[in-house]
């Protein structure tokens, strides 16, 4: 298998025939894994680039900077703000509880945070309107009190909560089940209050965890389709998230504009990708 | 002359491995390749399976050329160190493994190779273990496996690369004793790849002493020891004392 | 994105010392994590099991058995299906070569592999159309051929295919990476063939995390929705992926049948996923030697 690298005599000639075989054959396996790779996942990005720069620089910039298209990056970008902390806080605190405790329940909590998972994102949608909605067993009630729920940020907020919400979590936990309580505990023998303990002590051990979970959550919220599609009412210019905008530019025909708002995201999905095996690369026990 | 390996050189990029190795095994014959780790026996022992192959220089065997012979067709049964027993198999299916991968042509019917590898199990005295899996044996019966394993494909040589490693001692002199009776009664070659001096002198015929990538010495255990070739060779068996004072001569 | 799929989060618990709470942050943290699990997670799907329940059997069945609920459901499940087929298969490859060899551009591949995760689903759906419509590159080179692909059952496969590559290799990568050279090798001086060592000694090592990816990479195609609908075609009857049609109904406020049909899709995906819980469980076991 392992070809010389020092030659002295010339090799035997089925020696020869074998490595040549063995190179044929790993070159074909490489090709044909990276012809699928290339057919299936490489066009479509290119398709995007293609497409949205088809029509020039300047019809590009103009489609971006269509007040509707900017206002769905506002959107996208503030939902992802108030998303992301919320997210951070749930997934370090149910972690926290389940590796640094025992309690009744405990494994039901565990099969519970992953259940977000298995469910669709038009399932996760609708099954926010139907409690969370004006009709709705809450949403009726909170209606009494003139809250509104669904077809606005709130809901956004609320669905894209659910179908990201398991991402930190299950980041941190197989971590903080490795790394044990003892530092946490030798810190507490030492003084320290407990919120001294998380800050200085656990903290620093999750940190890479937390930021792998979060920038994977992120990537998810701003590219969140079918869920926020049910919640959001799609009313223009109001409640369009990016991704929205991306089918409401392309329904109306407007496949250039789509294209281009679709190349914002592509770009945040790239970037997703190399934070990720930057992190991964440098800190192999973060994933 | 069974096997003989003739000027067999290896590198790992630059760095020598096997320097010019030269070796005659006669037919039948128990041959130990002894010597410190890094000596190069192992890779020896890979380049005569045909899971390397030689950068330089010629294998041949029973006078035919097999220096560039993929190692499926060599028909050497080996035993691993760490056994490589197929974890989601029976005994008998891993016993059976080697005959089910033949070519249709050659392949014996299903009966057949299950009456042989019950034969075989039996031989190894394991006959009682052929439905269990590999994680519920102790490591005795896991190298007798691995050992039936190897003996099913009826090899022409059997190689043997550190059988003993992973046994404690008890077991370990028990088995060295069947495993040699084993070879004469079978009736074929055998290299035993050790760094156990006491091992290759209670089992072997004839011992190469490996340092360093070239044979320091190859000879029988008593002419060894009677007259160590090299310093290296004299210092190496140092230990021995105690073996030979003993009276365990062959 | 690999996280989606290891299964199995956590071992086992602190040791029963833990019950004695030395650590601080018991109640707060426990009571972060309910009242959030409560009322996003929960509370939600309470309101589809409700929904169910006050649906009544009778009526659950004329919603399920009308004809383009029938055919909405022929269409997601076969086209998930062959999604599935090919990325088990293509998964295998993908982790093999990752696994086995070193090449120029191999973090890239391994970068692709994740992009189906990390792209959101209405940009991989336009960009599908772009290039398999009969303009797009992929569609002029296809229809060529007599093969149309845009506003097919095709390109519904091709979409479900797209989203779940990452399942079909990122389960059996890390397995891959496992798998003992020296039973290969064992393998090969007992004159098997290359083909013959990956049927008989590798492949029954990975089956479990098979299993796994294929059940996760189903699951999420039956339930796919962005990137399906714009090279889907959505004509009821032929081209309309059931949770289009969750949709449909929901925008003409029908909510028992949205429920009804969501539920059913729901109620599959979490079936095949214990079912293949169960199998993966057992082919482990067995794995590691009988009982």
């Known amino acids: 298998m392992t070809a010389a690298t020092v030659t002295h005599a010339p090799l035997h000639p089925q020696i020869a025939a074998f490595h040549r075989r063995q190179r044929l054959k790993r070159l074909a396996l490489i090709l044909s894994a990276a012809a699928f790779a290339l057919l299936v996942m490489g066009l479509p990005v290119i398709a995007i680039v293609a497409r949205a720069f088809q029509e020039g620089l300047a019809v590009y910039a103009a489609n971006i900077v269509e007040p509707d298209t900017l206002h769905a990056i506002g959107l996208t970008v503030l939902t992802a703000l108030i998303v992301l902390p919320i997210n951070i806080v749930y997934g370090i605190a149910v972690a926290w509880a389940i590796t640094r405790f025992r309690f009744p329940g405990r494994r039901i909590l565990l099969t519970i945070i992953e259940l977000p998972f298995s469910i669709s994102p038009i399932v996760a949608g609708l099954c926010y309107l139907l409690i969370y909605g004006a009709t709705g067993l809450v949403g009726s009630w909170l209606d009494g009190w003139n809250v509104q729920l669904m077809f606005n940020l709130t809901g956004i907020v609320l669905v894209s909560l659910f179908v990201t919400c398991p991402f930190v979590a299950r980041e941190l936990i197989p971590l903080m089940q490795v790394s044990g309580r003892d530092q946490e505990e030798a810190a507490l023998t030492l003084g320290a209050s407990g919120w001294q303990t998380f800050r200085h002590v656990t903290l620093h051990n999750i940190r890479w965890a937390l930021l792998y979970g979060a920038i994977l959550a992120n990537a998810r919220v701003m590219g969140e389709f079918g869920a926020v599609s049910v919640v959001s009412g799609n009313i223009r210019g109001e409640t369009m998230t990016l991704p929205l905008q991306v089918q409401l530019l392309y329904d109306d025909y407007n496949a250039t504009g789509a294209f281009a708002a679709a190349t914002v995201l592509t770009l945040i999905a790239v970037i997703t990708l190399v934070l990720r095996s930057l992190i991964e690369a440098r800190h192999p026990h973060a994933s | 002359m069974a096997l003989n390996i003739q000027d067999v050189t290896k590198f790992y990029g630059s760095n020598k491995v096997l320097d010019q190795v030269n070796l005659t095994m006669q037919k039948g014959e128990f041959i130990a390749l002894l010597g410190p780790s890094g000596s190069g026996k192992t890779t020896l022992l890979r380049i005569i399976a045909g899971l390397q192959f030689a950068d330089g220089g010629l294998l041949s065997f029973d006078g035919e050329d097999i220096t560039g012979t993929e190692a499926r067709l060599r028909r050497f049964g080996m035993v691993f160190q760490s056994y490589a027993l197929f974890e989601h198999m029976t005994v008998a299916e891993n016993v059976a493994f080697g005959l089910k991968m033949r070519p249709r042509a050659t392949r014996p019917a299903r009966a057949e190779i299950g009456s042989r590898v019950q034969a075989l199990l039996e031989m190894g005295e394991i006959g009682q273990l052929a439905d269990r899996y590999p994680s519920q044996l102790s490591g005795g019966q896991r190298q007798r496996v691995a050992l039936a394993r190897a003996l099913a494909i009826e090899p022409r040589l059997l190689l043997l690369d550190e059988p003993f490693s992973a046994l404690d001692t008890k077991v370990r002199k028990g088995l060295r004793g069947a495993l040699r009776d084993l070879q004469k009664r079978v009736g074929i070659g055998a290299i035993l790849v050790t760094h156990d001096q006491e091992e290759a002198f209670e089992i072997a015929d004839r011992i190469a002493i490996m340092a360093d990538g070239r044979i320091e010495q190859f000879d029988k255990p008593e002419n060894i020891l009677k007259a160590p070739a090299t310093p290296f060779v004299a210092e190496f068996l140092e230990g021995l004392g105690a073996w030979q004072n003993a009276g365990a001569g062959i | ?291």
């Open chain 3, 1 to 291: 994105m690999t996280h989606v799929l290891t299964t199995g989060l956590v071992p086992s618990g602190p040791t029963r010392r833990g019950a004695r709470r030395v650590l601080p942050g018991f109640g707060l943290t426990l009571g972060i994590s309910l009242l959030f699990v409560a009322l996003i997670i929960l509370l939600p799907l309470s309101g589809l099991a409700f929904q169910m329940a006050q649906l009544g059997f009778p009526d659950y069945l004329n919603i399920i058995l009308s004809e383009r609920t029938l055919a909405a459901f022929s269409v997601t499940i076969s086209a998930a299906a062959l999604a599935t087929v090919f990325n088990a298969t293509f998964g295998l490859l993908l982790a093999w070569v990752l696994v086995r060899y070193e090449f120029p551009g191999k973090r890239l591949l391994d970068a692709l592999v994740d992009l189906p995760f990390a792209l959101p689903t209405a940009v991989a759906g336009i960009a599908l159309v772009a290039l398999y419509d009969k303009s797009g590159w992929m569609g002029m080179l296809l229809e060529g051929m007599g093969l149309k692909v845009a506003y097919t059952w095709w390109g519904i496969a091709l979409a479900m295919i797209f989203t779940s590559v990452p399942f079909g290799v990122r389960t059996v990568q890390p397995v891959m990476e496992s798998l003992s050279p020296d039973m290969e090798e064992a393998a090969r001086t007992l004159g098997a063939r290359d083909l013959q060592i990956f049927r008989h000694v590798g492949f029954p090592q990975l089956w479990p995390s098979f299993i796994t990816g294929a059940s996760l990479a189903f699951a999420r195609s039956l339930g796919e929705f962005g990137a399906v609908i714009f090279i889907a075609g959505n004509m009821p009857f032929e081209t309309e992926i059931a949770s289009l049609l969750i949709m449909i109904r929901l925008e003409e406020y029908d909510y028992p049948a949205a429920s009804a049909i969501a539920g059913t899709i729901l109620g599959l995906a979490l079936v095949i996923l214990i079912l293949a819980n169960i199998a993966q469980g057992r082919a482990a076991r067995h794995l590691n030697g009988g009982k």
